[in-house]
Structures are given as structure tokens and as C-alpha cells.
């Protein structure tokens, strides 16, 4: 079993900055695709960013120039840099990742984070 843990979330105001942290732990074997989703109230839940193993980014269209993502595969992490904060990117935000579990044999796994609010405001 793979979980994940965010942290990082608060109260910003607009135009700041914000980090926050994604830490997976379990029986991993291999870990893939590292994500970060993110839903407003009454919205639907939109991609904020992916990064694979190998370092290849995607970004959702909202964020694209303000948000880095980034990983530290040997601590099995993910972070989302996140600057000019605007109060429409108030949501909570969840880790999302995919991999491979030890065993015999592997098994693939999709795991979700609990979540963390960022809430933009002044």
C-alpha cells in the first residue's frame, strides 16, 4: 500500500508564494508519474501539473509560468512551486502518483494525497 502526504497549504496573499510537498511511502518499487490536482468550490477538479521519473513537466493551461513542479526521486517527493498567487487559484490541492509495489509479482498502484486548502486572499 502507497501513501502520500501533502503539506505546505495556507493562507497567501495575492501575488505571493507558496511551496508545497508531496511525500509518497509504502512498499514502493518503482514510482512513475507524480501529479498535482487541484478543485475550487462548485468546480471540478483540474490539472495543476505532472512530472514523470525521467523529469519530463505538464501543466495545466491556468498555471503555465507561475507553478514549477518538481521531484526528488531518492525521497520519493514531489513539489509545486507556486508564484504570483491569484485568488483563483484558492482550492485544495491533492498529490496524485502512480508506480509499481514490491511483490512477486509487481503490482501497479494509483494513489491519492488527503489534500491541502490553499486559500489566496488579502
Known amino acids: 500500500q502507497v501513501q502520500l502526504v501533502e503539506s505546505g497549504g495556507g493562507l497567501v496573499q495575492p501575488g505571493g508564494s507558496l511551496t508545497l510537498s508531496c511525500a509518497a511511502s509504502g512498499s514502493i518499487f518503482r514510482l512513475g508519474v507524480m501529479g498535482w490536482y487541484r478543485q475550487a468550490p462548485g468546480k471540478e477538479r483540474e490539472l495543476v501539473a505532472t512530472i514523470t521519473s525521467s523529469g519530463p513537466t505538464n501543466y495545466g493551461d491556468s498555471v503555465k509560468g507561475r507553478f514549477t513542479i518538481s521531484r526528488d526521486n531518492a525521497k520519493y517527493t514531489a513539489y509545486l512551486q507556486m508564484n504570483i498567487l491569484k485568488p483563483e487559484d484558492t482550492a485544495v490541492y491533492s498529490c496524485?502518483?502512480?508506480?509499481?509495489?514490491?511483490?512477486?509479482?509487481?503490482?501497479?498502484?494509483?494513489?491519492w494525497g488527503q489534500g491541502t486548502l490553499v486559500t489566496v486572499s488579502s
Open positions: 496524485h502518483a502512480d508506480g509499481l509495489v514490491g511483490g512477486s509479482p509487481f503490482r501497479s498502484f494509483e494513489a
